[in-house]
């Protein structure tokens, strides 16, 4: 059966680089075909129409036409350009990290996947809507993880199967959860993880968004959290991520000296 010529898709722009003389490589990540490589025709010209529409954390409407290689942006449409991100460093700097795990975890053509595209607009318009990004980015991890098959075990010990009890833990990323102190006593490569900080992940686990978003961590419990599930995701990838650094140094400038 021969497939159409042009076909139309949803995306978001995870990133673009330079092809060609004017041509940009674009990444894109769509509703209906999943992690898709296209090409726009001339948008690095000065006068061009389509460039402002493919920047990255926009999602868009977008008409491609089958060529040799790659499809070709034939014509495209911003439905939300998430501008709040674009005026805060530190909302940029989640919303890449957000971008950088999905463009990390998925590959060219797996099929489409609404679920976790839903999950991924959400999560883009709930930084850019509120004023402190931290906590839709953990309920986005957390998500991602279930989707991916990488649920992290919270509530029975990932060696043992015991309940986990009310008090400091270990986290292990190659058991894929929690390790009770029975059992991490003197094991390598275990991180530890205060009671509060589970407490946490926990809640983010079993909940829906707006259940989670009644969470009050303290800065130590963040800290905490934000380490556990940035430290799984590298052991999952096998390699640093890049946007977590970018991040840090972002919030060590904006704060008053």
Known sequence: MNQPRSFRAEAIVLRHSDWGEADRLLILFTREHGKLRAVAKGARKVLSRKA?????????????????????????????????????????GYAAYVLELIDRFTYDEEGNNPVIFRVLTDTLARIAAEPDGWLAVRYYEMRLLDFLGFRPKLFECANCGRK???????????????????????????????????????????????????ARPNAESQKQ?????????????????????????VKESTIPR
């Open 52 to 92: 402002g529409h493919l920047e990255p954390f926009t999602r868009v409407t977008i008409q491609l036409a089958r060529g040799r290689e790659l499809p070709i942006v034939a014509q495209v449409e911003t439905l939300d350009a998430y501008l709040p991100l674009r005026e805060d460093l530190v909302k940029v």
């Open 225 to 249: 959290v934000e380490a556990v599930m940035q430290g799984y995701f590298t052991y999952l990838l096998e390699r640093e991520l890049n946007t977590p650094g970018f991040l840090k140094r």
């Open 164 to 214: 986990i009890e009310p008090l400091d833990q270990y986290f292990s990323p190659s058991a894929g959860g929690v390790i009770c102190p029975r059992c991490g006593l003197g094991l390598p490569g275990l991180w530890s993880i205060s009671v509060e900080a589970l407490k946490y992940l926990r809640h983010f686990q079993r909940s829906n968004y707006v259940e989670a978003s009644r």
